[in-house]
């Protein structure tokens, strides 16, 4: 944080950072997928009035999301 | 009978509140532990003191604030949040037991704080240091508790249930903490992490579809079914990783 902000600015910026490292951190992929899962589940289910297609897919794209993530981090160790 | 108007969804809120509020106390407590032996009690607890009443101001003003938004709205922003953080939580507890990554040790960890804080010296008068160290250490933990049980408590209308095990699982925590002072490396702490991160995943989930309006079949009960589902989901994933990937078995501070 630098020096010489006044007190909003820093308040402002540490509750930003805050929230950026709480939702996006180091696994901006999951973050994406939260937004996909929810972009997909409106089409289905307000949309499309798909219910029952929403019901599978939801828990689907989150084992999906979170399959795809681990994976990233597997390949990276691998690397290292 | 208690067991028929309990709901099971109310039963799996009560555990991921309590297991999620004992491991970001675990955590808060190490750090304060580490002030109080080294820079001494008086400037832990005031930094202690300070950022619970922070923490509390903070519930205050928006605690009621959550109850008057649209209770759609609320759960597909809680959901949302809650699918984001708990696939974070059960990402990290997977690569731990696998090995990929290295285990969270409370005992490493008090260990840098200490170095960290002797190596910082000691000034005149008020020890700031200790004071920023035990604040800033308390204050992002609690933080991590009042989210989740403004989240989880208000998406299912069990605020008062939520906060009050909260503050139980915080108590005993530190009862344990006090009692077997750095001992708590023995806290099976990715276990825990691993069964709140399905939880949270769980609640993410059913919230969200609740904030889209998909109507689950069973309503509550689908909650268990979830948590059933991604439990296994989690134990196919360590499964096929540590059948693929050589283990590694150092700690991490």
Not at chain 1, 19 to 34: H, K, M, S
Request: glycine share 10%.
């Amino acid at each position: 944080m630098r020096r010489g902000s006044s007190l909003p600015v820093r308040l402002v910026r540490g509750f930003a950072t805050f929230w950026w490292d709480f939702l996006v951190g180091d696994t901006p992929e999951l973050f994406v997928a939260a937004l996909v899962i929810i972009g997909v589940i409106a089409l289905l289910s307000e949309a499309g009035h798909f219910n029952a297609a929403a019901v599978v897919a939801l828990p689907l794209l989150a084992v999906v999301a979170l399959g795809i993530s681990v994976r990233r981090a597997v390949r990276a160790a691998r690397r290292k | 009978m208690i067991a028929t108007s309990v709901s099971s969804g109310v039963v799996v809120l009560v555990g991921a509140v309590f297991l999620a509020c004992a491991v970001e106390m675990v955590e808060a407590l190490t750090i304060v532990l580490a002030v109080g032996h080294t820079r001494g009690w008086r400037s832990a607890f005031e930094g202690t003191a300070v950022a619970l009443v922070v923490l509390t101001a903070l519930v205050a003003a928006f605690g009621p604030a959550l109850v008057h938004v649209p209770l759609s709205v609320l759960r597909l922003v809680v959901g949302g949040v809650l699918l984001i953080f708990g696939m974070q939580w059960l990402r990290k507890a997977i690569l731990r037991s696998t090995g990929l990554k290295a285990k969270h040790d409370e005992d490493a960890i008090y260990r840098a704080k200490v170095a960290e804080l002797q190596a910082a010296g000691s000034g005149v008068g008020r020890d700031h240091v200790a004071f920023v160290m035990a604040f800033k250490g308390v204050f992002l933990e609690g933080l991590e508790v009042v989210i989740t049980v403004l989240t989880l408590g208000t998406s299912a209308h069990r605020l008062g249930l939520a906060a009050t095990v909260a503050a139980i699982a915080v108590v005993l925590v530190g009862i344990v903490g006090v009692v077997v002072a750095k001992q708590l490396s023995n806290v099976p702490e990715n276990a825990m992490k691993m069964g709140v991160g399905v939880m949270l995943v769980s609640f993410g989930t059913f919230w969200t579809g609740e904030g889209l309006k998909v109507s689950w079949p069973g309503n509550d009960t689908m909650i268990p079914v979830l948590v059933a589902t991604y439990l296994l989901v989690t134990w196919l994933i360590v499964a096929l990783v540590r059948r693929e990937s050589p283990v590694v078995t150092e700690v991490v501070a």
